[in-house]
């Protein structure tokens, strides 16, 4: 469309718009005006204005303050706080490839109350280093059962990749059995089971409730 | 003019409104009805029009707002294309106006030739054909009022006209407009 055709089209539709439109009845701006007046805000004195203000900053730093205590709190539950046995070499961290929320951090100390995981953690033994729970544990009536891996070889020989941190931390062996070997520390017992080797299957970490343990030779 | 100076700063307007109350009440008297006439243009309903207005007359009260606005009438109009959009408060607007309305019946829109013109466009190409030939904004004003460059502003109107080529034509050609 060219210029001049624009021009007569725009003329003629501004003409049909002002006609048709300009025709249509409307009532009484008041009508309208009043009740939209009353809809909007109630007359503010100044210095209103300014504590609503005030207040609104104040509300929302108490906002932002919570909000980050919030984020530190869960931070540090998150991380299962500061690492209970600093000087051991059987400390076990959370490996960065397990889900730190649900793996279980044991503790070397053989109080429950020194747990600080909400998961149950294996009494009175510590995983070694480079060794980490995997997924929560299983907890029965009889007994706990974990899962671990120590890297893919190690994990093949999950009693031997074992042994030496059963050792170190005065675990006494009652024995190995058929892909097992069991551990006793006073009353407290640890089974250890290889790992059939399928993918996703990882060797097993057993502790009977102390009453119902076997005696260990 | 009053409008578009902004020369106060921001604060200011918390705590005194440059335009006083009377000033105000005028100029939003002065186009109201050409702004009501676009909305219903502009979505073919009187009802949802009127609600539209009224929602952008309460929102054009409030604090602040009155300093800041270059022309009551394209704003008013783009809040109350807002407004109306807003269709999820369509049911609390009725409740609010209903009375008014049973004061005055609403005239029927259904033989408008302009609206029946106006319903093949698209709904943007509506309302900006109607800011510009009927609220008679300039270009520049409706690119700043839509957010748009002045390009899309000319194009989209341009894009409209080519529609209603063949309409407007047959309407001066002997075309009766059919009027309320």
């Known amino acids: 469309m060219d210029e001049q055709d624009r021009l007569v089209l725009e003329q003629r539709l501004a003409d049909v718009l002002r006609r048709d439109l300009g025709s249509l009845s409307v009532r009484p701006f008041a ?53 209970a046995n600093p000087g051991a070499s059987a400390t076990v961290s959370p490996s960065p490839s397990s889900t730190p929320s649900t793996t279980p951090i044991s503790t070397p100390s053989p109080s429950p109350s020194a747990v600080q995981s909400p998961a149950p953690t294996a009494i009175g033994f510590v995983l070694p280093a480079g060794c980490s729970y995997v997924g929560s544990p299983v907890v029965g009536t009889d007994q706990t059962q974990w899962q671990f891996r120590c890297g893919s070889a190690a994990d093949t020989n999950a009693r031997g990749a074992l042994a030496p941190a059963f050792t170190q931390q005065g675990w006494v062996s009652c024995g190995a059995g058929l892909a097992n070997a069991t551990w006793a520390k006073g009353t407290n017992r640890l089974i250890v089971s290889e790992g059939s080797g399928a993918p996703g299957e990882y060797p097993k970490l057993s502790q009977p409730r102390p009453g119902i343990a076997t005696a260990c030779p | 003019m009053l409008f578009g100076l902004r020369k106060w700063p921001l604060w200011r307007h918390y705590l005194v ?6 000033e105000w009440t005028r100029l939003l008297e002065e186009c109201y009805a050409r702004v009501l006439r676009a909305l219903i243009g502009a979505c073919g309903s009187r009802e949802a029009a009127e609600d539209g207005l009224q929602d952008a007359l309460a929102a054009a009260w409030k604090p602040g707002i009155r300093d800041d606005i270059e022309r009551p009438d394209a704003w008013l109009y783009r809040a109350g294309l807002r407004a109306i959009r807003r269709s999820r408060w369509r049911l609390r607007r009725e409740v609010r106006i209903g009375e008014d309305r049973a004061v005055a019946a609403s005239p029927s829109l259904d033989r408008v030739f302009a609206l029946e013109l106006l319903m093949k466009l698209s709904t943007r190409q509506r309302e900006l054909v109607l800011a510009r030939f009927f609220l008679d904004l300039s270009y520049a004003e409706i690119a700043a009022q839509w957010s748009i460059t002045v390009g899309t502003a000319t194009s989209t109107v341009s894009q409209a006209l080519a529609k209603l080529r063949n309409d407007l034509q047959k309407e001066e050609a002997g075309w009766t407009s059919k009027t309320v």
């Not at chain 1, 805000?41 to 609503?52: E, I, N």
């Not at chain 1, 909000?67 to 709190?73: D, T």
């Open chain 1, 31 to 83: 009508m309208y005006n009043e009740s939209a007046r009353i809809l909007s805000v109630q007359p503010v004195h100044p210095l209103q204005r300014l504590l609503s203000i005030a207040g609104t900053a104040v509300a929302v730093v108490l906002l932002i303050g919570a909000a980050l205590g919030a984020a530190v709190a869960l931070r540090e539950l998150r991380s299962g706080g500061p690492p």
């Open chain 2, 17 to 22: 409104e440059r335009v006083n109350d009377a």
